[in-house]
């Protein structure tokens, strides 16, 4: 669920939704993006209001079904060269990789380190990924002249017991999801705050995560942004060990 975290958002025409598994799949759908290269900002914000930022170039290539993510971080130079790269595959599970600049290596995200925190923000690297578990359940709660809201039941392998969303119907950009854990608590709240049209692509360049247990959130913004960049811009090396390696 990578949602306004890592997306430019390629719309697709609206049409009627008849059930709860159409419109999130459809919300998926305008999830997955084009050729394009964004420059983000992170902002940490403690439980007393102070405020930690972080500077990233995130590049996003789609080949067919698969989409493959790579995120560098340019500051502040304690996470300088801290490199992401996560891979969002139509038939296998996903696949993540972090390379610590520090320790000179890289590391798979897998099982319970998926659960962790992402660069130390209110995300974890399990809501950085599009979620097509087959086995999550979808169920409409309501709706409204302009929106969806949607409860889903994830797969035994979330460390989410429930989550809620409001999906547009206008263009079926979800702007608000709460996130519950297994005992039913409210643990995360994500919400899109603002975004931006270009030929008929809406980018969320303005969205924030709040932890409503420990009281902290994370603001995202896009600060620029190039869609429809040419492959050759973004080759298939970017998405490996060594291109990581060589970038540290």
Do not use: C
């Amino acid at each position: 669920m990578l949602t306004s975290l890592l997306t430019a958002i390629t719309l697709m025409s609206p049409a009627h939704a008849e059930t709860a598994s159409d419109i999130i799949e459809r919300a998926r759908d305008v999830q997955r993006v084009e050729n394009g290269i964004q420059q983000m900002e992170m902002v940490l914000v403690s439980r007393n209001g102070s405020e930690r930022s972080r500077t990233f170039e995130m590049r996003v290539r789609k080949d067919g079904e698969r989409v493959q993510t790579y995120v560098r971080f340019s500051k502040p130079t304690d996470v300088a060269g801290t490199q992401l790269i996560v891979v969002d595959n139509p038939d296998k599970a996903d696949e993540q990789l972090l390379y610590l600049p520090a320790l000179k290596r890289t590391n798979r995200i897998a099982g319970k380190a998926r659960k962790g925190a992402f660069m130390g923000s209110d995300f974890s690297y399990e809501d950085l990924e599009v979620s097509d578990s087959d086995d999550a359940k979808h169920t409409l709660v309501s709706q409204t002249d302009g929106a969806w809201v949607i409860d889903t039941v994830p797969d035994g392998e979330s460390s989410y017991g429930r989550i809620q969303s409001t999906v547009s119907k206008s263009d079926y950009l979800p702007r608000l999801v709460t996130f519950y854990d297994r005992k039913g608590q409210h643990k995360k709240t994500l919400e899109v705050l603002e975004t931006a049209t270009e030929n008929g692509s809406i980018i969320p360049t303005r969205s924030v995560m709040r932890n409503e247990a420990r009281g902290t959130s994370t603001k995202m913004n896009v600060t620029s942004w190039r869609l429809n960049v040419p492959a050759a811009e973004i080759p298939d090396e970017t998405f490996t060990v060594g291109f990581m390696e060589r970038n540290g």
